[in-house]
């Protein structure tokens, strides 16, 4: 059956559990089929045709959330000529925050600011009681009351939502502890004997009854909403990220274009050309859409898109890809494929897809609390009505409900997660690893495989002089005078392989001479004079083409995995000169590592096979899968997931960006591009393999030092629970022990500053 594609901006959600529950509405119409991401907070919908959006919509508001259709995209502005499409502008340029501040984010700041300081003040004087002068009750209300009511907004209005269809969350539990020690502080203050002057606080530690007329807890509705209220917004600054992959990818792409006319060039928006149009992309310029060259010869950088280290030699006839940059000469492309049809546009959509795909992990805290909090707020009533049952009065009753609460009320479980990850990113940071989220590391626990791209990760990415070989073998002068004559002429041109050529030769023999004429033979090579001397560098076909022999044994050193360049000097051979990409020296001991942590290393490159597997040799890898395209990479990684490996993938380029989202874990280089870096789920700032490995080991301890929190914070909950329902437990005392349950956190979070 025919179906339509749909997508809404979901607002309103507050945890996974959220999402959760707008996609299982949605998928309860007929014929609908939807994945919601709370990260990203879209609904993709796959509907039937004759489905009104609005009726969508509709049910999404009834759940309790808003939403709406995503605006159209801006229109790009006119640009000024010359701007907006040459090279420098590389992805590396790109914030990973374009798009302005979040206005959420700000807000939530501001609410966490004014709570915390009128929290402070409210928290030592009930804790201190020397500082508790005459009517520093009356004080403490004054400072709590819009830190229980303004600073808590946000639970409350969740907690209502979730009322009003049948749900609780760990918001329900924020909400209903703080509004009754709230509450119940109010009570105490003007029907009770708290507001009376001379009031003091004391610390009674034993487990006793009470009617609790002559307490308030107003510390414990400031302190609760304040610590909740910096998880919130932690992990609001998290997830304003999320869809920066695709706005990374998207900037990739030359904003403004020279379009071709009768002869003339105009610069217009990248927007208006059309396919058939022709367009001019000078040295240095980014290709601007899919299209053939028509006119022209240069080398193309296509390694940000298929992960080819050497820049392909194209000519009249040849494809070119809009991304790529001509490094060359001057190309008139026509174009073939422009907007959502172009290879860069189906790669966004590829990582848009795996994004969404990917099955959102709920907080460890939010699929406990799902049990817990019904049962707490079941124990509480159930206390209260047995109480009031067995004649003990209502203030004893309702003390004991409060108490129940207040020792569930989850401050522990608030900083359980957000403690832990910020010693641990923080950590991580000072070693140049960068950590996402919680829901990353509930990822490392499980990966077996570990995916690594070849070019920009295991090897350094840029080509370099790797072997001089003479007409003599052995000969050290003929070495010498190969290289000052090559490195010469070489030095004159802007061909990537041509300057691994000349830095190489400069670096051996010292000060090149200059040549005395230069010409560029565009897809051979160069020719010129150099002290005198007729010098070819280039392939064999130049050297061929002007009469010159190339001995057998030269011709040999060309391999797969290494691009020779040959060398004549007045009609005869000198030698050969080899480059290739660099192998990392730190590649082999990082595969080493990742074996150590039980993980089986696989090498995956759009790379020749020769190349593919000389690397993999010489770092230590069994497994390899070479001349992979960029939309393969995804199916090679659901091929091994499909055979029930858990798979971990590092990369750094534009072409491993859908792969990086598809991967059960996705590792970034923090040396390569924006959208890799963003689509990942560990960044790797040093650029060093090595990191790989100690960044699944930190994230390992981060996420078992986050269970452990969690155990502990419930655990103090557990074992009160049942002296608070039996009326034995001071709301007080169930205040302090939830502070020092939250300090037991913490101390427990910092231990992991230690990681090295």
């Given at each position: 059956?025919?179906?339509?594609?749909?997508?809404?901006?979901?607002?309103?959600?507050?945890?996974?559990?959220?999402?959760?529950?707008?996609?299982?509405?949605?998928?309860?119409?007929?014929?609908?089929?939807?994945?919601?991401?709370?990260?990203?907070?879209?609904?993709?919908?796959?509907?039937?045709?004759?489905?009104?959006?609005?009726?969508?919509?509709?049910?999404?508001?009834?759940?309790?959330?808003?939403?709406?259709?995503?605006?159209?995209?801006?229109?790009?502005?006119?640009?000024?000529?010359?701007?907006?499409?040459?090279?420098?502008?590389?992805?590396?340029?790109?914030?990973?925050?374009?798009?302005?501040?979040?206005?959420?984010?700000?807000?939530?700041?501001?609410?966490?600011?004014?709570?915390?300081?009128?929290?402070?003040?409210?928290?030592?004087?009930?804790?201190?009681?020397?500082?508790?002068?005459?009517?520093?009750?009356?004080?403490?209300?004054?400072?709590?009351?819009?830190?229980?009511?303004?600073?808590?907004?946000?639970?409350?209005?969740?907690?209502?939502?979730?009322?009003?269809?049948?749900?609780?969350?760990?918001?329900?539990?924020?909400?209903?502890?703080?509004?009754?020690?709230?509450?119940?502080?109010?009570?105490?203050?003007?029907?009770?004997?708290?507001?009376?002057?001379?009031?003091?606080?004391?610390?009674?530690?034993?487990?006793?009854?009470?009617?609790?007329?002559?307490?308030?807890?107003?510390?414990?509705?400031?302190?609760?909403?304040?610590?909740?209220?910096?998880?919130?917004?932690?992990?609001?600054?998290?997830?304003?990220?999320?869809?920066?992959?695709?706005?990374?990818?998207?900037?990739?792409?030359?904003?403004?274009?020279?379009?071709?006319?009768?002869?003339?060039?105009?610069?217009?928006?990248?927007?208006?050309?059309?396919?058939?149009?022709?367009?001019?992309?000078?040295?240095?310029?980014?290709?601007?859409?899919?299209?053939?060259?028509?006119?022209?010869?240069?080398?193309?950088?296509?390694?940000?898109?298929?992960?080819?280290?050497?820049?392909?030699?194209?000519?009249?006839?040849?494809?070119?890809?809009?991304?790529?940059?001509?490094?060359?000469?001057?190309?008139?492309?026509?174009?073939?494929?422009?907007?959502?049809?172009?290879?860069?546009?189906?790669?966004?959509?590829?990582?848009?897809?795996?994004?969404?795909?990917?099955?959102?992990?709920?907080?460890?805290?939010?699929?406990?609390?799902?049990?817990?909090?019904?049962?707490?707020?079941?124990?509480?009533?159930?206390?209260?009505?047995?109480?009031?049952?067995?004649?003990?009065?209502?203030?004893?009753?309702?003390?004991?409900?409060?108490?129940?609460?207040?020792?569930?009320?989850?401050?522990?479980?608030?900083?359980?997660?957000?403690?832990?990850?910020?010693?641990?990113?923080?950590?991580?940071?000072?070693?140049?690893?960068?950590?996402?989220?919680?829901?990353?590391?509930?990822?490392?626990?499980?990966?077996?495989?570990?995916?690594?791209?070849?070019?920009?990760?295991?090897?350094?990415?840029?080509?370099?002089?790797?072997?001089?070989?003479?007409?003599e073998p052995g000969d050290e002068g003929a070495e010498s005078e190969l290289l000052r004559l090559a490195g010469a002429l070489e030095h004159a041109s802007e061909h990537p392989v041509a300057r691994a050529i000349a830095a190489g030769a400069t670096e051996r023999v010292?000060?090149?001479?200059?040549?005395?004429?230069?010409?560029?033979?565009?897809?051979?090579?160069?020719?010129?004079?150099?002290?005198?001397?007729?010098?070819?560098?280039?392939?064999?076909?130049?050297?061929?083409?002007?009469?010159?022999?190339?001995?057998?044994?030269?011709?040999?050193?060309?391999?797969?995995a290494r691009t020779a360049v040959f060398a004549a000097r007045d009609g005869k051979a000198l030698g050969a000169l080899t480059v290739a990409d660099t192998v990392r020296d730190t590649s082999a001991e990082a595969v080493a590592r990742l074996r150590d942590l039980g993980?089986?290393?696989?090498?995956?490159?759009?790379?020749?096979?020769?190349?593919?597997?000389?690397?993999?040799?010489?770092?230590?890898?069994?497994?390899?899968?070479?001349?992979?395209?960029?939309?393969?990479?995804?199916?090679?990684?659901?091929?091994?997931?499909?055979?029930?490996?858990?798979?971990?993938?590092?990369?750094?380029?534009?072409?491993?960006?859908?792969?990086?989202?598809?991967?059960?874990?996705?590792?970034?280089?923090?040396?390569?591009?924006?959208?890799?870096?963003?689509?990942?789920?560990?960044?790797?700032?040093?650029?060093?393999?090595?990191?790989?490995?100690?960044?699944?080991?930190?994230?390992?301890?981060?996420?078992?030092?986050?269970?452990?929190?969690?155990?502990?914070?419930?655990?103090?909950?557990?074992?009160?629970?049942?002296?608070?329902?039996?009326?034995?437990?001071?709301?007080?005392?169930?205040?302090?022990?939830?502070?020092?349950?939250?300090?037991?956190?913490?101390?427990?979070?910092?231990?992991?500053?230690?990681?090295?």
């Open positions: 059956m025919h179906t339509t594609q749909v997508e809404l901006t979901i607002g309103g959600m507050t945890c996974a559990s959220c999402a959760a529950r707008v996609e299982k509405k949605l998928n309860r119409m007929e014929g609908v089929e939807a994945t919601v991401n709370y990260a990203t907070e879209k609904a993709r919908i796959s509907c039937p045709p004759d489905l009104k959006v609005s009726d969508l919509i509709a049910t999404v508001v009834k759940t309790g959330y808003t939403a709406e259709e995503p605006p159209p995209p801006a229109p790009e502005p006119e640009s000024s000529p010359g701007t907006g499409s040459t090279g420098t502008g590389s992805p590396d340029s790109v914030s990973p925050d374009s798009g302005g501040s979040d206005p959420q984010s700000a807000a939530l700041r501001q609410r966490l600011v004014v709570s915390a300081v009128l929290s402070v003040p409210v928290v030592l004087m009930a804790m201190v009681p020397a500082l508790q002068f005459d009517n520093w009750q009356w004080l403490s209300l004054t400072l709590a009351a819009p830190v229980a009511v303004w600073g808590a907004l946000p639970f409350h209005r969740a907690t209502w939502t979730n009322l009003r269809h049948g749900a609780a969350s760990m918001d329900t539990l924020v909400s209903l502890g703080t509004l009754a020690a709230f509450g119940w502080s109010l009570w105490a203050l003007f029907l009770g004997h708290a507001g009376m002057p001379g009031m003091r606080h004391g610390f009674d530690l034993t487990a006793s009854r009470t009617d609790g007329a002559s307490t308030i807890y107003l510390e414990v509705t400031a302190g609760v909403v304040t610590f909740l209220l910096l998880g919130r917004y932690l992990e609001a600054r998290s997830k304003r990220k999320a869809g920066a992959a695709l706005r990374a990818l998207m900037e990739l792409g030359a904003k403004d274009v020279a379009l071709l006319r009768d002869g003339t060039e105009t610069r217009i928006p990248i927007g208006r050309l059309a396919a058939g149009d022709r367009f001019v992309v000078r040295p240095g310029e980014k290709i601007a859409t899919d299209g053939t060259v028509v006119e022209g010869t240069s080398a193309v950088d296509a390694s940000l898109l298929t992960g080819e280290s050497v820049p392909a030699d194209v000519a009249a006839g040849d494809p070119v890809t809009g991304g790529c940059v001509n490094v060359g000469g001057r190309l008139v492309v026509e174009a073939t494929r422009v907007g959502a049809d172009t290879r860069l546009a189906r790669m966004a959509k590829l990582v848009e897809d795996a994004q969404s795909g990917k099955a959102d992990v709920q907080r460890l805290a939010d699929r406990i609390s799902a049990v817990f909090v019904p049962v707490v707020i079941v124990l509480a009533l159930l206390t209260l009505g047995f109480w009031l049952g067995s004649g003990a009065g209502p203030t004893a009753a309702f003390t004991a409900a409060v108490a129940v609460l207040i020792i569930a009320c989850p401050c522990a479980l608030g900083l359980a997660t957000p403690t832990a990850l910020m010693v641990g990113t923080g950590r991580g940071a000072q070693l140049g690893i960068l950590i996402k989220g919680p829901e990353v590391l509930e990822a490392t626990r499980t990966v077996d495989t570990v995916v690594l791209d070849k070019t920009g990760t295991v090897t350094t990415g840029r080509m370099s002089l790797q072997g001089v070989h003479t007409v010292g000060t090149l001479p200059v040549p005395s004429s230069f010409e560029n033979l565009p897809g051979l090579g160069v020719r010129g004079t150099v002290d005198g001397h007729d010098v070819l560098v280039g392939r064999a076909r130049l050297l061929e083409n002007a009469g010159v022999e190339v001995p057998p044994a030269l011709r040999s050193v060309a391999t797969d993980l089986t290393p696989v090498l995956l490159t759009g790379d020749s096979r020769a190349v593919a597997e000389a690397v993999a040799a010489a770092v230590g890898i069994d497994e390899v899968h070479a001349e992979v395209m960029p939309e393969e990479k995804v199916e090679v990684i659901r091929r091994l997931q499909a055979q029930g490996r858990r798979v971990a993938m590092v990369g750094d380029g534009v072409n491993d960006a859908a792969a990086l989202a598809t991967a059960d874990l996705g590792l970034a280089m923090g040396t390569g591009t924006d959208a890799a870096i963003e689509a990942g789920d560990l960044t790797l700032v040093r650029g060093d393999l090595r990191a790989a490995a100690d960044a699944i080991r930190l994230a390992r301890r981060t996420l078992a030092t986050i269970i452990g929190n969690l155990f502990w914070a419930f655990g103090y909950n557990l074992a009160a629970l049942p002296l608070a329902a039996f009326g034995l437990l001071n709301p007080m005392i169930a205040g302090l022990a939830m502070a020092f349950s939250s300090v037991f956190v913490v101390t427990n979070s910092l231990r992991l500053r230690s990681f090295r």
